[in-house]
């Protein structure tokens, strides 16, 4: 399931229009049914909604190292230049690193969010979503945005 900041947002405001039309008067018991009395409102803000937990880490399927080809998941290699490591809060590449900004986007199997990159002495954002196979054994990278790659870039899962 994706969840939307957006979509939380229109469903915690929906659910709230829909509660403010609920009548104050108790329905007449039947006789012998227990009455369940609402819960007690807090003083402190009744107007206030509990938010709903929102992720904020990649989802551990996505996790672990990448290659765009066999050889990059060979550590002993100095030319893996198509490595890519993902972590609970940032992705490392070759020559730089991307830390978890603002998710967009979440499922189990991916994320969308914005990057802040780090390397060869420059500083950036991009926009990416990152989603893994079914089967765990690929990883598709989209980026989106002016200096986005033109076509989908797909990792293999490299052995532990």
């Known amino acids: 399931m994706i969840v939307s ?12 229009i829909a509660l403010s039309g609920c009548s104050d008067s108790a329905p007449e018991a039947d006789e012998g049914a227990a009455v369940v009395e609402p819960p007690e409102q807090s003083s402190a803000d009744p107007s206030a909604t509990a938010e709903p937990a929102v992720p904020d880490a990649i989802p551990g399927k996505l996790r672990g190292r990448w290659g765009i080809v066999a050889n990059d998941c060979d550590t002993s290699r100095g030319d893996a230049l198509g490595t890519l ?8 590449f070759y020559e730089s690193v991307a830390t978890l900004g603002r998710i967009d986007s979440i499922s189990d199997a991916g994320i969308g969010a ?10 950036w954002q991009s926009t990416m979503h990152l989603s893994v196979s079914p089967d765990g054994k690929t990883l ?9 790659l033109p076509e989908p870039l797909t990792y293999l899962r490299c052995p532990e």
């Open 5 to 16: 900041h957006s979509r939380i947002g229109l469903a915690v405001a929906a659910l709230a």
């Open 85 to 92: 490591t993902v972590s609970a809060d940032s992705l490392q």
């Open 114 to 123: 914005i990057f802040d990159f780090s390397g060869e002495g420059e500083e």
């Open 140 to 148: 598709t990278r989209k980026d989106s945005g002016p200096d986005a």
